[in-house]
């Protein structure tokens, strides 16, 4: 339902509680090299899902992607000190971390790292602090308020960021952004392509083939316009399967170089922060 033609892998974690929907879902092409990450079964009640996306020269980026609801009770106090403890715990010192998600702490000033010294912002954007994350939303999210972020302790990975109109009723608009990254490929599916010849095409035998086909039958057994369509869609692929040949094509790699900055100065600009903060 998520993905019929199976283009992508699809990870999702559903939200707990029994009386509500909700939770959180990636969809990553299946040409990426990703795996997922388990988490401690005492961080089961997050709404967080995590995988490593594999890139070039044995270097990996792991992804968190977090969903925190709007409320300040107790509980929520609560959700979020095990939400940073999760982090703390998962997030990979020798790779590169970016966290994504909807956090719902409008109280923090991003432009000056500033936030009431409450118990959900304040401990927020400490452990951003602490543990050298850079926030590149410089936009509203959802009316006039940033809720939806996106962290790195790499500020060299995120090249571009924009929003997009909304899906569907949601009143959060979409964040697009760019990542210089040189992946790692998958052989079986990067290497080389499947491309069809038209040139060579035989066209007479692909009209016989429609015109000697069955339509009454395709129309009788499929009285609703999604599954006529996916028939219909069916014999266009049999007809070109049968009658279009294919070449393979080689896929060339496409790597982006990005010179990173050592880990000593990233470490000094993670103690310039804590310093600045104090």
Request: glycine content about 2%; overall charge positive.
């Amino acid at each position: 339902l998520l993905d019929p033609e199976s283009r992508y892998y699809v990870l999702r974690k559903d939200r707990v509680a029994s009386n509500s929907c909700g939770g959180v879902c990636v969809f990553v092409r299946r040409s990426l090299n990703i795996a997922q990450v388990q988490i401690d079964a005492r961080f089961d009640v997050l709404e967080l899902l995590c995988f490593d996306l594999f890139c070039a020269s044995n270097s990996k980026l792991r992804f968190f992607i977090v969903y925190r609801a709007p409320y300040c009770n107790t509980d929520d106090i609560k959700y979020m000190n095990l939400l940073i403890d999760c982090l703390t715990q998962c997030t990979l010192d020798k790779y590169t971390n970016i966290v994504v998600g909807d956090f719902n702490c409008p109280a923090i000033n991003w432009t000056t790292l500033n936030c009431p010294n409450d118990s959900i912002n304040r401990p927020l954007l400490d452990f951003i602090i602490d543990h050298g994350f850079c926030q590149y939303v410089n936009f509203a999210t959802c009316g006039k308020n940033i809720l939806d972020i996106i962290l790195t302790d790499d500020e060299q990975l995120v090249t571009a960021i924009a929003s997009d109109a909304p899906i569907g009723r949601s009143d959060h608009v979409i964040i697009k952004f760019s990542m210089a990254l040189q992946l790692e490929s998958v052989p079986s599916e990067r290497s080389s392509s499947q491309i069809l010849n038209w040139r060579k095409a035989n066209f007479d035998a692909i009209e016989l083939y429609l015109l000697n086909y069955d339509w009454q039958s395709l129309l009788l057994y499929n009285p609703n316009a999604l599954s006529l369509w996916s028939a219909f869609v069916s014999v266009i692929n049999v007809a070109t399967e049968l009658y279009v040949p294919k070449f393979k094509m080689p896929i060339a790699s496409r790597k982006v170089k990005r010179k990173l900055y050592p880990k000593y100065l990233r470490d000094l600009r993670t103690k310039k922060g804590r310093v600045w903060k104090e």
